[in-house]
């Protein structure tokens, strides 16, 4: 492990920078959402990873473009974190005919293609063996692909999660599991599902490397996964990090839990930014030059979902196949 001091010159001011605007950009995007699903222009059902920017965030930075991506029902930070236009986003946040998925998709299923993010999935845990699958395919191809697969504390619950690192494990496969610990399923906290302080502890049972890092700290999520895609791209098997995090929509969650949570881990961008500041690798005119570009982008991208058409009725005919 190296110090953060090291991890920052070793990254440079140009990576730290986009680093930190990421984070923002995934911020901002679900705020914006949340203003939109509560005027009525989101319909359904809405889930932000408010609060989990950190982890989508540090781990894309250390893949290649043609690696592989899997996450949840909370799955924006991710899609934008690999490179996602947040105008096409919205749109389909919106069900417009402009949106990644032709408004198909929805807030659950954003599945862009040509990023790496193989799918987005809504049913608990379903994710896992899928980016098994696709780790399999990698080491059968003899590529060194690595696939990274994300997903909450409640999956680990999951017959999917303990039957994929199984075979993950029996098959060496190239596939980092990361989960994003917020605490709760839901409202169900995950002390009164699992008696372990640390879930990364469930990887002894595979025989393979468990992982529990400061998931609010984007430089040490960085730090471990990426000797994670190390180890995966030279045939050393798979890895279980645990990130500890916090999600902010949770309606069971308070203002003052919240308050308390951040003593201990701090907001992860407040926290970054304090970092970057600290070693002027930033200014605080260049922190709000670019809080104010990426507001000005979301704006942006509202109102190209607004302008956007509403998909024909014939698209339900559309690319449905049995």
């Not at 969650?253 to 308050?259: F, M, Q």
């Amino acid at each position: 492990m190296i110090t953060p001091e090291k991890l920052l010159e070793e990254l440079g001011k140009e990576k730290l920078i986009r680093i930190y605007s990421t984070m923002v950009r995934i911020r901002c995007f679900e705020e914006e959402c949340e203003k939109q699903f509560t005027v009525g222009k989101i319909h359904g059902m809405l889930h932000v990873c408010l609060g989990e920017e950190a982890i989508f965030t540090g781990a894309c930075e250390t893949l290649r473009k043609d690696d592989y991506t899997i996450g949840t029902h909370r799955n924006h930070g991710l899609i934008i974190a690999r490179g996602a236009d947040p105008r096409y986003m919205m749109s389909e946040m919106f069900g417009k005919k402009s949106g990644y998925n032709k408004g198909k998709g929805g807030d659950m299923h954003i599945t862009p293609h040509g990023l790496g993010v193989i799918c987005s999935t809504a049913i608990v845990g379903s994710g896992i063996p899928i980016a098994l699958g696709a780790a399999l395919s990698s080491k059968m191809k003899g590529t060194d692909r690595v696939t990274v697969c994300f997903f909450g504390d409640g999956a680990t619950n999951q017959g999917t999660f303990h039957e994929s690192l199984n075979l993950a494990s029996v098959y060496n496969l190239p596939i980092i599991f990361v989960i994003k610990n917020s605490q709760f399923a839901v409202s169900t906290p995950i002390t009164m599902t699992a008696k372990l302080k640390r879930l990364s502890k469930r990887a002894v049972s595979y025989d393979i490397l468990g992982i529990t890092v400061d998931g609010n700290d984007v430089l040490r999520v960085f730090e471990v996964v990426r000797e994670a895609v190390e180890r995966a791209r030279n045939t050393r098997g798979p890895t279980l990090i645990e990130c500890i995090s916090y999600n902010r929509q949770n309606p069971k969650k308070y203002d003052v839990e919240i308050r308390d949570w951040e003593k201990i881990y701090g907001d992860p961008i407040d926290k970054f930014e304090k970092r970057l500041l600290k070693s002027s690798i930033l200014t605080s005119s260049q922190v709000e030059e670019i809080k104010r570009s990426v507001v000005e982008e979301m704006e942006r991208a509202v109102r190209f979902a607004e302008e956007s058409p509403w998909p024909d009725v014939e698209e339900a005919f559309k690319d449905v196949f049995a």
